[in-house]
């Protein structure tokens, strides 16, 4: 019985832990960026994209066509501004965007991507001269 116990106490546990990116942040979004951007340390063209967040903290991001580009790790992230918008927040430092954090309508939760090498090498000498929104519809 106490096993029992414990074990149902894990569950409960594991299930808050993995909160608000569970549901509704697990569909995809479809987002047009107009400038070449760096998400997990890949380089994208300006275009479509597909976003999707799988198993609650990996992060894919694909082409039109559906090819996958970036698939990453990612950490969760309170959304300040708490809008409840769907929206991709971008780091830009002179021409240079880099994708920096995703947010699903509705959630006040959002996933935060890691600093690629070529942000942080940048970050070493500049700081943002601004953070970027997208809004999605």
Partial sequence: MKTLA????LVVLATAASGPTAFGQSEPIRAT??????AGGTWLEA????????NGQVFRLMNEQGRTKV???SNAVIDKNRNGRSRLIFNRY???HFLSSVFWDGYMHGRELPMSTAEIEIAKRVRPSERIA???R
């Fill in 71 to 73: 698939l990453t790790l």
């Fill in 33 to 38: 960026i107009p400038f070449s951007f760096n």
């Fill in 94 to 96: 002179g021409d240079r």
């Fill in 47 to 54: 275009g479509t994209y597909v976003v999707k967040l799988e």
């Fill in 134 to 136: 997208v809004q999605l």
């Fill in 6 to 9: 414990k074990f149902a106490i």
